[in-house]
Nanobody, 127 residues
Framework: VLLVESGGGLVQAGASLRLSCAAS????????MGWFLQAPGKEREFVAG????????YYLDSVKGRLSISRDNAKNTVALQMTALKPEDTAMYSC?????????????????????WGQGTQVTDYS
């Protein structure tokens, strides 16, 4: 699966951004999807995840209430709506996929489990 992220940018604290990850090469209907961030000098961190039917979601504690993950299986896309951005949100955001069973409605694409990764899109809070 080829993943291409978009939507990053340079923003001030409190702003909103909507990141998008478009998949091609395969239909992602049965793929769990996740968004990950990596700040300079730090390890990749699992920010948000969504199971293939959107029955299960995960959010990093520090982003709960501010970020929302969603997917459109018909369009082969997953989005991350970011609101009330903070300086500590500055990072490269990438999406990852994990092929799951059609009967597994809760599986998430956690770090170390992803089959494919995108190149990422940079989010910078310059406040």
């Amino acid at each position: 699966v080829l993943l291409v992220e978009s939507g990053g940018g340079l923003v001030q604290a409190g702003a909103s951004l909507r990141l998008s990850c478009a998949a091609s090469g395969r239909i992602i209907s049965y793929y769990a999807m996740g968004w990950f961030l990596q700040a300079p000098g730090k390890e990749r961190e699992f920010v948000a995840g969504i199971s293939w039917r959107a029955s299960n979601t995960y959010y990093l504690d520090s982003v709960k209430g501010r970020l929302s993950i969603s997917r459109d299986n018909a369009k082969n896309t997953v989005a991350l709506q970011m609101t009330a951005l903070k300086p500590e949100d500055t990072a490269m955001y990438s999406c990852g996929t994990k092929n799951t069973s059609p009967t597994d409605y809760v599986a998430l694409a956690r770090p170390g489990e992803c089959d494919d990764w995108g190149q990422g899109t940079q989010v910078t809070d310059y406040s």
